[in-house]
């Protein structure tokens, strides 16, 4: 019974000396995290007012949640015309070396065209349009050997042994009339080095692509920043614009003549002719003596040394048929072409059934055509 006095005045020392250390205590500022004397009512670093202890921890005042239209991606409008001229701007420094590559970035530039505001006006269509022709200039002219010298550059001429059997032999000094001495001609490019250009160009502008961030949506390619803010119309667009041609004939429309190689001529079919000569004899000897030989134009082919192919006219190729000639794909039967169909959750009208926005297509009443994914032709 005598301890329990001296147990109360123990726990009475100890209440006042965690008393007097709750004092002495410094005062964190809860704005800049300054500390401050105990007995200072105001924040000595940005002079706001100090908590005191005891008192019960500030509770944050409740945000108010962000509006649905913040929560998610606004849909864009109309496109910025500076992508469509920097897409410009590319195919202009690729134009003169690579023209293959130079055209896929003006057909890009041509389907973001699609999306800008029509009221700004504006000269690019034309541009493009003017850029594309200059493109299909270049690309369908190609320097191949020349196919009556042979890549010499000399002319040739026809003569014959002491035992009569005729020879050809390049005359040096003299140039090929075909080529003027260059060893090389230019004539129009056949389809399948065409499509080996395509390929190559293709696997260049997707590496370029890339390296500007930019990501596809069909066989477009946009700004990452851009691929969530447009609509299924707007993708739509892009990829009508830049629809995969026929694979038959990759988009030009035609194939190689297999009678000529796509030269559009074939050898003269005279069996005497020599690059548009034919050599006669005034002596029926064996031997025929050089004093003795004289030549003459070849009258089947006029002295050119070829004639133009049957099959194709002339042409170097045929038209390719599996697109008629287009180069495009056939039209989507279930879309029409259009590449999207109205939405299948509300119908087109872009509401649910409880009157809220449609989950399947956001609000916009249409999807992207299931069958052609939005480029409205056959797959």
Not at 284 to 301: G, H, S
Not at 358 to 377: F, I, K, M, Y
Request: glycine fraction near 12%; proline fraction near 6%.
């Amino acid at each position: 019974m005598k301890r329990f006095p001296r147990l109360g005045l123990w726990w009475g020392g100890v209440l006042v000396l965690a008393a007097s250390l709750a004092l002495a205590l410094p005062l964190v500022c809860d704005k800049c995290g300054f500390e401050s004397p105990a007995d200072a009512a105001v924040c000595a670093h940005c002079g706001a007012e100090l908590p005191r202890s005891g008192a019960a921890p500030a509770t944050p005042e409740p945000t108010s949640p962000l509006p649905a239209a913040a929560a998610t991606s606004e849909k864009l409008d109309f496109l910025d015309p500076s992508v469509v001229q920097a897409e410009i701007a590319e195919a202009q420094r690729h134009l003169g070396r690579q023209p293959e590559l130079a055209r896929l970035f003006l057909i890009n530039a041509q389907a973001l065209e699609m999306l800008t505001d029509p009221a700004a006006g504006g000269r690019r269509a034309a541009r493009i349009k003017a850029l594309l022709d200059e493109c299909e200039r270049s690309s369908m002219q190609v320097r191949i050997k020349c196919p009556v010298c042979d890549g010499t550059g000399r002319r040739k001429f026809a003569g014959a042994t002491l035992s009569g059997q005729e020879v050809v032999r390049d005359t040096p000094g003299s140039p090929c009339t075909e080529c003027g001495g260059s060893g090389y001609v230019a004539r129009r490019a056949r389809v399948e080095d065409l499509r080996f250009r395509k390929g190559r160009a293709l696997d260049d502008y997707r590496t370029a692509q890339q390296a500007r961030k930019y990501v596809p949506v069909g066989g477009a390619w946009v700004p990452q920043d851009l691929e969530l803010k447009l609509t299924v119309r707007q993708q739509a667009q892009l990829r009508r614009v830049t629809a995969a041609p026929c694979p038959a004939c990759a988009g030009i429309g035609r194939l190689d003549c297999a009678a000529c190689r796509g030269t559009g001529r074939v050898k003269c079919p005279n069996r005497g002719c020599v690059e548009g000569k034919i050599t006669v004899s005034a002596s029926d000897n064996r031997i025929i003596r050089l004093k003795d030989k004289a030549e003459q134009t070849c009258p089947v082919c006029n002295g050119s040394g070829f004639v133009s192919c049957d099959k194709c006219g002339g042409r170097g190729s045929v038209l390719c048929a599996k697109c008629g000639g287009s180069g495009q794909r056939v039209l989507c039967a279930k879309c029409g072409g259009q590449g999207f169909l109205p939405c299948r959750g509300c119908l087109g009208s872009g509401r649910s059934k409880d009157g809220g926005v449609c989950a399947v297509c956001g609000g916009q009443g249409v999807e992207l055509c299931s069958t052609c994914r939005g480029d409205g032709r056959k797959p």
